[in-house]
């Protein structure tokens, strides 16, 4: 038996081929037609059939077909209810894929769906309680607990970049100010560059983004060439992200903490000063620190793991 996974993002759509404990076979993707729910249920369904037609995999060889997606959700009746990214609200997923496929639909949240994937066969295997932490325009999460993912009520658990780090700090776009995400997300990295700037004339970074706007990327490189204002900044911000680090820690105890997104691709250069500064005020009993890792199965991971669910 196989199963199927699909990743539903708004500009693509990629379905993969997965074995039941999780090896990703194969995968084909599509642009995601936003707006249209019978668009992309046929978008979604067609994909299936192309890697089962491509492998000689029957349709009743598929045990399940998984879709993680961003927006609100409603698990026991496979229902988005609300997908800002997609254009689509209150459409049901369980029949999408009939007459072809007659296997049971499952429903997630994209975050929940990549912690699962990097639980079962990236960065976090071997863990039994993990939290996964997306670092991209956002701060997403999934928290995998006794091996499951934990959703909580209504499915909404894991919105960890809402928690409040600075009170009545600056404006998140949930309606809050000072969550997590404000300060510890790509986005939040150039706002304190941005902020930093507007003081401070003396940086690389004023040369750099005279033709080009200004991203996150740009920040790390120029603490690579030995600017002291990114370096200034990037340290402002693993205090940050520590700061949520730590009392997710203190909330869960995980056996590890997953960390992907953008920002994540600076490798130990950030991965090390936030285990530090995470090991130095976590609350524990032995010597070792939570495991700090980055997260190893890029795109892949939401497949896996809605193939998964």
């Known amino acids: 038996m196989m199963r199927l996974g699909i990743d539903l993002g708004g500009t693509n759509t990629v379905a993969g ?81 009939e007459p072809e496929f007659s296997c049971p639909v499952a429903i997630d949240n994209d975050a929940n769906c990549a912690a699962l994937g990097e639980f079962a066969g990236g960065a976090g295997r071997g863990s039994e309680n993990m939290l996964m932490v997306t670092l991209g325009t956002g701060v997403g999460g999934g928290i995998v607990l006794g091996g499951k993912l934990f959703t909580g009520r209504d499915d909404l658990a894991g919105e960890i970049g809402h928690m409040v780090l600075v009170p009545n700090g600056a404006p998140c776009n949930c309606g809050r100010k000072g969550c997590f995400e404000t300060y510890a997300s790509a986005t939040g990295l150039i706002r304190l560059a941005q902020e930093a700037l507007a003081q401070d004339k003396d940086s690389i970074l004023h040369a750099w983004t005279k033709d080009s706007k200004l991203n996150a990327k740009m920040v790390c490189d120029a603490c690579d060439a030995g600017d002291a204002l990114a370096q200034r900044v990037f340290a402002d911000y693993c205090d940050y992200l520590a700061c949520g680090l730590t009392n997710l820690v203190n909330v869960f105890q995980p056996d590890s903490i997953v960390i992907g997104g953008g920002v994540a691709g600076y490798g130990e250069k950030l991965f090390a000063p936030l285990r530090e500064r995470v090991h130095a005020e976590q609350f524990h009993v032995s010597s070792e620190g939570t495991p700090i890792r980055g997260a190893t199965l890029g795109n892949d991971a939401g497949i896996i793991g809605a193939a998964l669910l």
């Open 17 to 97: 081929l997965c074995t039941t404990d999780g090896q990703l076979i194969d995968k084909v993707s599509a642009p995601t037609t936003t707006g249209d729910a019978d668009s992309l249920c046929r978008t979604m369904r067609e994909l299936c059939v192309a890697l089962c037609e491509k492998h000689n995999i029957a349709k009743d060889e598929i045990e399940q077909i998984g879709i993680g997606l961003p927006g609100a959700i409603v698990k026991s009746t496979c229902t988005l209810k609300f997908g800002t990214n997609l254009g689509i609200s209150n459409v049901c997923f369980a029949h999408a894929f």
